[in-house]
């Protein structure tokens, strides 16, 4: 089951109505909208808080410098 709604304060607010009765306990995953799956900013997201600024800066420094990289010997011939 996925929902979206909006975020107040300490309260998420649906934007339809969830087929469970009231006091019926349940697992909730936030994540922003918009953000794609597996990309970089949302893996970051996720883990706020739970890294040393040390291990957010190896994963950033990663994504810098590795995830954005074209290898342009896979284009090589290409469309030619």
Same mark, same amino acid.
């Given at each position: 089951m996925g929902f979206k709604g909006t975020v107040k304060g300490r309260i998420i607010e649906l934007d339809? $109505? %969830?087929p469970l009765p009231d006091g019926t306990r349940v697992e909730v995953t936030?994540? $922003?909208e918009g953000l794609?799956?597996?990309? $970089?900013q949302l893996i970051l997201q996720t883990l706020v808080g739970?890294?040393?600024?040390e291990e957010a800066e190896a994963i950033m420094k990663v994504v810098r410098e590795?995830?954005?990289? %074209?290898d342009w010997e896979l284009w090589e011939g290409k469309g030619t």
């Open positions: 339809e $109505p %969830i936030v994540k $922003p794609r799956k597996g990309s $970089p739970t890294l040393t600024d590795e995830v954005r990289r %074209i």
